[in-house]
């Protein structure tokens, strides 16, 4: 990933510049802004960046639009209370009760959770001044992806039993024993590693890779206008394009925030029913 | 140099500190919603549901009130309408009673005054008989005398011989009476 995105950034310096003064494309920095504060707590370095500062408002907001939608709650809903309810009724109804099945509703509260979080952090990337989603550091979706990993890896021992849990996921029922020798690995690795790391990297790279588009073609814009001659004509083109991913990136906001609750969905409706 | 800077950060991998901070926040987020938020929409969904099934059984319990005065008010009506025709039956009944009671009586009645009718009109034709009696034996003896030329004045010889002709007139009258009785007792009952 590394390798790619320097690469990326290399080849578009490599075109963007004539020389030492031509345009500057965005590159990993981006995602590593000047710490505003920094501290050691227990030997851990926090880091107090502008994008943490990003991670609280989304959070904060979203804490206040849900408690203004809940805080006078009646039969006819206001026009907030009914925005909130319709959010928490797509994941009561759609996810906790539709995908996890009938035993789904407790974990209802927790799949509206991480929707609404992920949800505000992603908006964040199209958000004026703030313009760049939580969600492309890669800490924040691994964290989000190792506590569904812990929730559904403990709700399905908690369901079926240690035993029961471990030998269906390594050997899933109706699998010819010749085969096993393939599945069995592969299973494993399947619900041990690659959910949760695919949850997570899922995530971050759509949000860094829209970072990424936005930056280049906003910071394309201002360039072309700023380089003096007729290429200004051509930021009409990188404006519109700029216009264009926005639009892209709110869809790609949502549908990841869709995409990482249902994965939870179903992993934890693997979870709490045996495999047949 | 940017690519110096990129290689100095690798992106997948996170810093601790930012893992705790991604955390808390969102435990914070949970909490709210867990304990605040969700619990309020849940409590919101069933008093809705409440709302609706309430007003439901509300409109049922209605119903079947209505239906039931409506049995009610049916089963009334019909109980009024066997007694009133139970009471027309018994007036009708009573009506027929006093009508045949009427009748016996009006016939009693009638009886006793054609009883009574007989007995007066016996009586009387007993008076004129016996007035009768009288007159033509004086009759018949002052007839005779005149007739004979001779005074019948003795009185035991003239009675003797009066009685024995009214003895054969009475003999004669109680034949006649016979039948003549029977044909007016006949006559006053049409």
């Known amino acids: 990933m590394t390798s790619s995105a320097s690469a990326l950034a290399s080849v578009l310096a490599a075109e963007g510049s004539g020389g030492d003064d031509g345009f500057q494309a965005p590159t990993v920095e981006e995602f590593y802004p000047e710490p505003i504060a920094e501290f050691d707590l227990f030997g851990v370095a926090f880091e107090i960046t502008r994008i943490t500062l990003i991670m609280w408002l989304a959070t904060a907001v979203m804490i206040g639009l849900m408690v203004a939608a809940v ?4 039969i006819v809903p206001g026009k907030m209370q009914f925005i909130g309810e319709s959010g928490y009724s797509l994941i009561r109804d759609g996810m906790a009760r539709d995908v996890i099945g009938p035993k789904g509703l407790p974990f209802a509260p927790f799949l509206a959770s991480l929707f609404f979080f ?7 990337s199209i958000v004026p001044l703030a313009q760049i989603s939580p969600m492309s550091k890669f800490a924040f979706p691994l964290v989000l992806a190792v506590i569904v990993w812990v929730i559904y890896n403990w709700v399905g021992i908690r369901e079926q039993g240690a035993g029961r849990y471990f030998k269906d996921a390594a050997i899933p029922p109706g699998v010819p024993i010749g085969a096993l020798i393939l599945v069995t690995p592969i299973e494993l690795l399947q619900v041990f590693v690659i959910r949760p790391f695919t ?18 073609f906003s910071l394309g814009t201002v360039y072309l206008l700023q380089v003096g001659n007729f290429s200004a004509i051509f930021s009409v083109g990188a404006f519109a394009m700029a216009l264009a991913m926005t639009f892209f990136e709110l869809l790609v906001i949502v549908l990841q925030a869709y995409v990482f609750t249902v994965l ?3 992993y934890l409706n693997g979870a709490v029913e045996p495999a047949h | 140099m940017n690519i110096l800077a990129a290689e100095s950060h690798n992106p997948l991998i996170p810093p601790v500190g930012e893992i705790v901070v991604g955390t808390i926040t969102f435990a914070i987020l949970c909490f709210v919603m ?3 938020v969700v619990p309020r929409f849940e409590q919101v969904f069933v008093a809705r549901r409440e709302a609706i099934e309430g007003g439901i059984e509300r409109a049922e319990a209605m119903q079947a009130e209505a ?5 009610q ?17 018994q007036a009708r009944a009573e009506g027929q009673q006093i009508l045949e009671e009427l009748r016996t009586q009006a016939q009693e009645e009638q009886k006793r005054i054609v009883a009574r009718g007989e007995e007066q009109l016996a009586t009387a034709r007993q008076q004129v008989v016996n007035e009768l009696r009288g007159q033509i034996g004086t009759l018949a003896v002052q007839l005779a005398g005149q007739v004979v030329g001779e005074s019948l004045a003795e009185d035991a ?30 006559g006053s009952n049409r």
């Open chain 1, 199 to 216: 949850l997570a990297v899922r995530l971050f790279a759509n949000m860094f890779a829209g970072h990424m588009l936005l930056a280049v």
């Open chain 2, 73 to 89: 008010y049916r089963a009334q009506l019909a109980e009024a309408r066997s007694e009133a025709a139970q009471i027309r039956d």
């Open chain 1, 118 to 124: 992920i949800l505000a952090n992603n908006a964040m």
């Open chain 2, 67 to 71: 239906k039931a005065a409506l049995e």
């Open chain 2, 157 to 186: 010889r003239r009675s003797g011989t009066v009685d024995r002709f009214l003895s054969e007139l009475d003999g004669m009258a109680a034949a006649g009476d016979g039948a003549g009785g029977a044909t007016r007792v006949g």
């Open chain 2, 34 to 36: 867990i304990k605040y």
């Open chain 1, 71 to 74: 805080r006078k709650p009646s």
């Open chain 1, 264 to 266: 939870t969905a179903t």
